[in-house]
């Protein structure tokens, strides 16, 4: 709660909330954010993959039911999904969910080589892949598209997660270009959400982020923390990392890429230089770190 206010955007993305059908977790959320002085009067979440089972072993390991057997890891339907806060309207009407576009029909899929039945099952999103208009004041629609990907890691040798990762940092690229069965978002629009991978440092393939990162539909505003962090071992900017994690130190593994006719006012990673006293909150609540972008009317 402290975090958001301090944040104080005009439309969050929050990643790793449960889903809930009725949405009652996340109007308590906004119930009590506005007696915290920070309205979000309008909300949305779509179901997403996390925990929703597929009757089948996905993970090989010879049982089923478990949660990395699920479309996406979860020990029940709904865990660590998304939602948006927003103090713009939002037109669900208009919205647009991808979840449910399987892993093996996008196009350059890295998905392993495996039986059939686990081809015409498997979804590509861990979470989700949405697009969602926010109304702005003049009428026109900013359109938030949103996701949060698997993490490239724990698995085994055929790197199921590495390359799922890659692919759902893809499906944007495929997207934009014309190259699946949906019409490419109309701009303006913002790519926001957690890829879990960061460009230099770190487990992954990252073909797919680099090539968003620098695609010319889009720009990269390159939201920084405060200079003077350093890690081992790393070659990226420090001051780029939305996380820091035991271990491996700051990654940057989250992004907001405006489209490229929008204008950038202004961006930063809400993360606090040490020794100010909310650097602690911070830490308290998450190993990540909000970041931001400011665009102009």
Known sequence: MAVIARLDADVLLLTGIDYDLREEALTALAARLAAAGSPYPYQMALRGNTGVATGLDLDGNGRLGEPRDAQGYGRFAGEGGMA???????????????????WADLPGTLMPDRDAGVRQVQRLS???????PVILPDGRRLRLLAYAATPPVFDGPEDRNGRRNHDETA???RLLGGALPFA???PPFVILGQTTLDPADGEGRREALVTLLSHPALQDP?????????????????ALDTALYDGLGGLRV???????????A???????????PFAATLAAAS???????DLAP
């Open 184 to 186: 490419p978002p109309e």
């Open 222 to 238: 390159q939201p920084r923390g405060p200079p003077g962090r350093r890690d081992a071992g790393q070659s990226g900017d420090p």
């Open 254 to 264: 989250e992004v907001i890429l405006p489209s490229a006719g929008l204008q950038v």
């Open 84 to 102: 948006i806060l927003s103090r713009l309207p939002l037109a669900k009407e208009e919205a647009r969910d991808f979840s449910d576009f399987l």
């Open 171 to 173: 499906f944007w690229l």
């Open 126 to 132: 861990t979470s989700g892949h949405w697009e969602v």
């Open 287 to 293: 190993r990540h770190r909000p970041l931001w972008v």
């Open 266 to 276: 202004g961006s930063g990673v809400l993360w606090p230089a040490e020794g100010d």
